[in-house]
């Protein structure tokens, strides 16, 4: 099959350790390869106390499926390979599993480092040969392994949006060194370097968590970077979530004075080990870093600059003693989402002079991320750069939007020669720069742009014959990339930025096709888990940098119920349904305890927020009811529980949510359904969501899907939903057979759409439908973000729908797939691949001359159920006859098409396509 197949894997299997020990050429029916360990490929800060472990198959050959595995760990790379030394062997295991299988080897000890293979059988009982040599690190499991003290700077008043703290310490290494491992974190964000080089690749350490409960540390194997003799290490501290500004201006939320921890653990050759620490020997001082805040940006002043200050020898005399601080208690946890690292580099497309005279850079993306220049000028002369998402209707630089946030760089030049400079400790929204300070030419080789998001692999891809709708997909995944930053944010340039839980649950699903999403939802749930109230109450954002009034909003704090099941099937992750099965259960007890004979009509929320308002249509606007929504939800979430509970094996919890459903259900028929199906009311969200989460009964069904159809011709064919019913909307349709307006909703190019913003040069989602109104005019800049990425929730229909790719629930993560790509939109082909925990997923349709050609790829290890739309006469799979393909069973007439099985491999089907139209709508 033509599935993606590394170097490790292919049918010459090389085992990838050094050549001395490398294993001799085999050829194999089958092979072993991507392993990673909680995600992660040879992570070295693992705290889990029984690491998981997944591989994946790979093979040309058809229907391959994996019958059993062997499993071996061992502390010696070269001995493991020998069989020797074995800390652990699973034996031969007769199962299928191979993903999330965990480690049950003898209790792991801090810094413990595991080497591991793996071996595995196919359905033939053939073997393959051992994979490479993989590996993980554990992290310091204990608080008595800190053997580190807290360290601070010697300013007593707060000093949020001052200058940045400079930390740095020499030591003596007097032998040679086998390894060395920097364990830090800090109470604000870091970066550090040793011997004059920066430590790693990510940005914003320690990350963003309930600080209070969960303070992140990372690991840097630093070996490399120690020399024999002298060597020194220097760390810069700046405000970042810790005590920098939040919403409505509000600092100090978790502390008002910075601090930094770390320890540096030297390995040498016999085997000792020596560590250097935090402590009273440190040294601090101020440098270039004036102010450093995310909403304000960063003033510097490069006149300040120490050079050499964190390598050997340089002078400290006017340097201030550090103070220690050990009353601090911190609950430090190893790292477990990816980090914040630099992604896509951009050079300016156009560099404008506005109608009122300013130039401009336009870097032809709006992204998140920063600005870094190479330029010459006098020394003490001031450049300045603005920030902004869009040009205004008259082609002026516009940042309005941004509120009380800054997006300001000032740099203060040091002398005459030219300087390069890029931020430290902030990150911008922007497509547009405006220059102040600054009258030379300017071309790629002064201004470059670079996103930086969380490092979370792309796995999905999704396109079509139609440009608008790829532009669509573009933004979908560029307002992903711009919003994930440690946390889910709602937006990343005005004073917000924080992790609205109803933009996460909305565009969670979405977001698993686009990306490996799941360490990043796996940590920011532990979050929500910590910060969640002891009644069971979700707060609007996590981490919750608001206080305990803001909480318990309906389609908001479902994010409890939502993301873990999300994330379970996309990933197979049972063990997150049981580590947020508490929190589930106690945002269902919560609800639970707030209504009234079933029925949820109290509390605060925040309806169907930015539903389409501006209509002239005699029903006002399609404003829905928010104890209706709140209604529909509690049965969402109470359904997801049910869910989960019957995953984890919770049989008692099974019977009494489901009798609590019920209750709940027909609470909400009484209350807001007359018997002829009209709710009261008649929008498209309280449509969408009484038919997608099943609160009608099935008599009622199809009037209401009716009703549907007809509210969305009564407003010309568009869309009025806001956050909670858009991603819903397209999948309800295609599920009761509207297909065809499915599609007419995603193809609509005027306002209210998703094709509107791209007509208007959108790069990325907006928050509003209308961010910039048809007479080129903006929205209310009080609330108007051009990065949002709720409405981007459409994407999980195109790559559901459209591509057909989905998970079957009752095999999660891609362990059983469907195929079920539907066609519509004048579409002539269609293509979406998605990269599951088992390998390649790939769907690609197209029709031409009636002829409709369908290839799909199926990795080893699952099995794929597929639906051929719309079939006329006799369907080929590479030139043979479907009933002679051994690989393919079950062949039956479906509703729509012909649904058949197949097993793993590369297969392309052509038959002559002619719609079916079905005789009844259901």
């Known amino acids: 099959m033509r599935n993606k197949i590394p170097l490790s894997a292919k049918v010459l299997l090389l085992i990838l350790i050094p050549f001395s020990i490398r294993a001799k050429t085999v050829t194999y029916p089958v092979n072993v390869g991507s392993l990673v360990c909680e995600y992660k490929t040879n992570p070295i800060s693992v705290d889990v106390s029984n690491p998981r472990l997944s591989w994946k198959l790979y093979t040309f050959i058809r229907s391959t499926k994996q019958s059993a595995y062997e499993i071996r760990v061992g502390s010696n790379a070269l001995l493991l390979t020998k069989g020797k030394k074995i800390l652990w062997e699973s034996g031969r295991i007769n199962s299928d599993q191979s993903i999330q299988v965990p ?4 209790a792991l000890t801090s810094r413990e480092k595991c080497y591991w293979q793996v071996r595995v059988w196919n359905n033939k009982n053939q073997a393959s040969g051992w994979s490479e040599v993989n590996y993980w690190k554990m992290g310091l499991l204990n608080r008595s392994d800190w053997v ?13 949006g001052g200058p940045s703290p400079m930390f740095r310490k020499e030591f003596n290494i007097k032998k040679p060194v086998r390894a060395a491992y920097l364990y830090i974190t800090a109470h604000g964000v870091y970066e550090a370097q040793l011997n004059n080089e920066r430590v790693g690749n990510d940005y914003f350490t320690p990350g963003f968590t309930s600080y209070k409960k969960r303070l992140q540390y990372q690991v840097y194997d630093v070996s490399s970077a120690i020399k024999k003799g002298d060597n020194a290490i220097g760390v810069t501290l700046g405000d970042g979530w810790y005590r920098g500004y ?6 100090n939320v978790y502390g008002s004075k910075l601090a930094l921890l770390f320890q540096l653990e030297v390995i040498y050759e016999n085997g000792n080990r020596q560590i250097i620490t935090s402590d009273k020997n440190c040294r601090v001082t101020y440098g270039p870093i004036l102010k450093s805040s995310f909403f304000d940006g960063e003033l510097y002043d490069a006149r300040n600059e120490k050079p050499g200050w964190s390598g050997v020898g340089y002078n400290v005399s006017q340097w201030d003693n550090v103070q220690t601080n050990d009353s601090i208690k911190d609950h430090l946890i190893a790292m477990y989402g990816p980090p914040v690292t630099k992604h896509e580099k951009f050079v300016p497309i156009q560099v404008l002079t506005t109608p009122e005279g300013d130039r401009v850079v336009d870097f032809g993306q709006n992204l998140v991320g920063w600005v870094q220049f190479k330029l010459k000028g006098k020394a003490g002369d001031t450049l300045r750069l603005f920030h902004g998402e869009v040009l205004d209707q008259k082609g002026n630089f516009y940042n309005k939007n941004l509120r009380t946030a800054k997006q300001e760089i000032t740099y203060v030049f040091k002398d005459d020669d030219a300087e390069t400079y890029e931020p430290h400790f902030t990150f911008q929204g922007f497509r547009y720069v405006k220059i102040q300070g600054y009258t030379g030419p300017i071309d790629s080789t002064n201004f470059v742009a670079y996103a930086l998001y969380s490092d979370m692999g792309q796995t999905g891809n999704f396109s079509t014959s139609n440009e608008l709708v790829n532009q669509l997909q573009h933004n979908i995944q560029w307002g992903q990339k711009g919003n994930f930053i440690d946390i889910p944010t709602d937006c990343p340039q005005r004073d917000e930025r924080m992790g609205w839980t109803g933009d ?73 349904l049981q580590q947020q099965y508490a929190s589930m259960q106690s945002w269902v007890s919560y609800i639970q305890s707030h209504s009234r004979n079933n029925l949820w009509d109290t509390g605060n929320h925040f309806g169907d927020w930015l539903f389409y308002s501006g209509t002239d249509y005699e029903d006002g606007a399609a404003l829905t009811d928010k104890n209706l929504i709140a209604q529909a939800f509690y049965a969402y979430s109470t359904q997801l529980l049910i869910n989960a509970a019957k995953v984890l094996g919770r049989d008692e919890d099974v019977r009494i949510y489901t009798l609590l459903l019920n209750s709940i259900k027909k609470a909400f028929q009484t209350e807001y359904v007359t018997p002829s199906s009209r709710m009261i009311s008649g929008t498209q969200t309280s449509y969408v969501l009484a038919l997608n989460f099943d609160l009608l009964p099935e008599n009622l069904r199809a009037s209401a899907i009716q009703r549907l159809v007809q509210n969305i011709d009564d407003y010309d064919g568009h869309i009025t939903t806001g956050f909670l019913g858009t991603p819903y909307i397209c999948q309800v349709l295609t599920r009761f057979g509207y297909t065809d307006v499915a599609f ?3 193809m609509k190019k005027s306002y209210p759409s998703w094709l509107y913003p791209i007509t208007k040069g959108a790069t990325t989602i907006w928050e509003r439908w209308d961010g910039i109104k048809p007479d080129g005019t903006l929205q209310d800049p009080a609330m108007n973000s051009f990065n949002h990425y709720a409405y981007g929730a459409i994407g999980d229909w195109m790559y559901k729908d459209i591509a057909g790719i989905r998970t079957d629930e009752s095999s999660a993560g891609f362990h059983k797939i469907w195929i079920t790509p539907h066609v519509g939109g004048h579409l002539t082909s269609a293509q979406g691949t998605l990269e599951t925990m088992y390998g390649e997923v790939k769907s690609s349709w197209s029709i031409a001359d009636s002829t409709y050609t369908l290839n799909v790829i199926i990795p080893p ?6 639906v051929l739309p719309s079939v006329s006469g006799l369907i080929t799979e590479s030139g043979n006859n479907i009933f002679t393909v051994p690989e393919i069973s079950n062949i039956q007439k479906s509703s729509t098409g012909m649904q058949l099985t197949i097993g793993s491999g590369d297969y392309t089907f052509v038959y002559t396509y002619k719609p079916i139209v079905p005789v009844v709508k259901h």
């Open 504 to 576: 996460a649950q909305a565009f969670c699903s979405t977001a698993t096709f686009n990306m490996n999403v799941a360490s990043f939802f796996t940590k920011w749930l532990k979050d929500l888990s910590a910060d969640q109230l002891k009644n069971g109450a979700v707060p609007y954002v996590i981490p919750n940098v608001l206080d305990s009034t803001y909480v318990a909003a309906s389609g908001w704090s479902d994010v409890a119920t939502i993301a873990p099941w999300t994330i379970y099937l996309a990933y197979g992750d049972k063990q997150l």
């Open 861 to 866: 290890n699952t099995t794929a159920n597929i």
């Open 744 to 746: 007419s909703l995603l």
């Open 103 to 106: 480690y049950k080897g003898p």
């Open 246 to 251: 939040t919403y409505d201006r509000k600092k």
């Open 148 to 160: 580190a003290h807290w360290i601070q700077d010697t300013y007593k008043s707060d000093t949020t």
